[in-house]
């Protein structure tokens, strides 16, 4: 099978890892889950991690196909219409960014020219749509629970999954923002585990679990199988069920949610300014 090369970008204030995937036979790339820097105390946004890879990518001479996000993030904004002014290529996202949509944009009261048909994003992905990074095979794997949109992307002999996994020591994500659930995020990851057992598992996050000293975001398809506190062979779809509603109760929002989803729920398009020429991010009270 053949092996991308990988590399990723760890953004500790947000514990994000964005990627690029790279074809080395041809020097085609994808980027996975961008990053736009933002300051919430001030409003203020920042491509300083965007040109930390952009600048990667221009001294390796690749050539960008994708932008992909894997899922209308909650806790950090997609640089995605930058890296793709920077350097080409199309975005994309899970065709179910529809769902997201109608839900977030209701609750923001969104302007009445905003789209729910996902028609921001240049592509809409389907379960088991295959593509291709230069010369290498890659398939979309639609993996909700998360959020409906959750798309995980195998790209040669490695599978992007977002939010979905964790590292094994830390286990899996929340699944109760709206539209999540935790029965659909136990299939899920049972579709990720039928994937061959030395395939690398490339994360979203990391958080460095209790005891590990290093953050930490590449494992395998049979690692998580072994090990992962949460969902390791073994454990039943009740009983996962059960710890994982009972975990995400205990759980804050993300700092950044308010902003996240608003600027992403529009491929990272910032809300259309106001008669005074800014644009504002809202803040609904006593709705989440």
Known sequence: MSKPDVTGFFDEPTFTISYVVADPATGKCAVIDSLLDYDPASGRTSTRSADKLIAFVKDKGLEVEWVIDTHVHADHLTAAPYIKAQLGGKTGIGEHISTVQNVFGKLFNAEAGFHTDGSQFDHLFSDGETYAIGSIAARALHTPGHTPACMSHVIGDAVFVGDTLFMPDYGTARCDFPGGDAGTLFDSIQTLFALDDDTRIFLCHDYKAPGRDVFAWETTV?????????????????????????????????????PSVQVNMRAGAMPPAEDNGTRYIKIPIDVL
């Open 222 to 258: 049979g690692a998580e199988k072994q090990g992962n506190i949460h969902c390791k062979t073994g454990v039943s779809r009740d009983a996962f069920i059960a710890m994982r509603e009972a975990r995400d109760a205990t759980l804050d929002l993300p700092n950044l949610i308010l």
